[in-house]
T-cell receptor, first 115, second 115 residues
Framework: AQSVTQLGSHVSVSEGALVLLRCNYS??????LFWYVQYPNQGLQLLLK??????LVKGINGFEAEFKKSETSFHLTKPSAHMSDAAEYFC?????????????FGQGTTLQVKP | KAGVTQTPRYLIKTRGQQVTLSCSPI?????VSWYQQTPGQGLQFLFE???????NKGNFPGRFSGRQFSNSRSEMNVSTLELGDSALYLC??????????????FGPGTRLTVL
């Protein structure tokens, strides 16, 4: 069965520092992977997704993620954190054929950005 | 283009009552998925509707049900409410051609509190 593990429920960085949020997945089929962000009292907003092709995926707001099949990882990075990046981040995997409309989410990582 | 809308945004009910939540997808989107978000269990998939048919279902009891109308709007119903049903209920829509790799666009959610 597919699953997603996000390492670290809370990550704290200083403004201007590198952001690294970790995500490992388990999938028996080629995965479709997503990163979403959730601000307080809001729904989820897509940051980026990997389906096929280039393993380095660029998203919105300066975020990017690299798909590493050998490591079953899809870590999210941003070179320089802004105060506005403080939010909760979710990694998700689509389970594949026969599981339409379903995403399996990790438990989320809360990003704190210190001034 | 307008995003996914959910009504109501907040709801307070008592145990044993039933509740209906509504979701209007992005224009042209034919798939609607529903998720439950709680601090303990995280984001969990409830079900997905496409062309007025439930196409996929998560592991929730039969008290949770849904439907989709011909204009793709969807409703979910929870009967005989329990305290543990208190959660943020998120609706997401997608084009749903193939289904598994489609980007899901989320609404702001309905916050249900069961007293």
């Amino acid at each position: 069965a597919q699953s997603v593990t996000q390492l670290g429920s809370h990550v704290s960085v200083s403004e201007g520092a590198l952001v690294l949020l970790r995500c490992n997945y388990s999938s028996s089929v080629p995965p479709y992977l997503f990163w979403y962000v959730q601000y307080p009292n809001q729904g989820l907003q897509l940051l980026l997704k990997y389906t096929t092709g280039a393993t380095l995926v660029k998203g919105i707001n300066g975020f990017e993620a690299e798909f590493k099949k050998s490591e079953t990882s899809f870590h999210l990075t941003k070179p320089s954190a802004h105060m506005s990046d403080a939010a909760e981040y979710f990694c998700a995997v689509s389970p594949g054929s026969g599981n339409t409309g379903k995403l399996i989410f990790g438990q989320g990582t809360t990003l704190q950005v210190k001034p | 283009k307008a995003g996914v809308t959910q009504t109501p945004r907040y709801l307070i009910k008592t145990r044993g009552q039933q509740v209906t939540l509504s979701c209007s997808p992005i224009s042209g989107h034919r798939s609607v998925s529903w998720y439950q978000q709680t601090p303990g269990q995280g984001l969990q998939f409830l079900f997905e509707y496409f062309s007025e048919t439930q196409r996929n279902k998560g592991n929730f009891p039969g008290r949770f049900s849904g439907r989709q109308f011909s204009n793709s709007r969807s409703e979910m119903n929870v009967s005989t409410l329990e305290l543990g049903d208190s959660a943020l209920y998120l609706c997401a829509s997608s084009l749903a051609g193939t289904g598994v790799a489609d980007t899901q666009y989320f609404g702001p959610g309905t916050r249900l509190t069961v007293l």
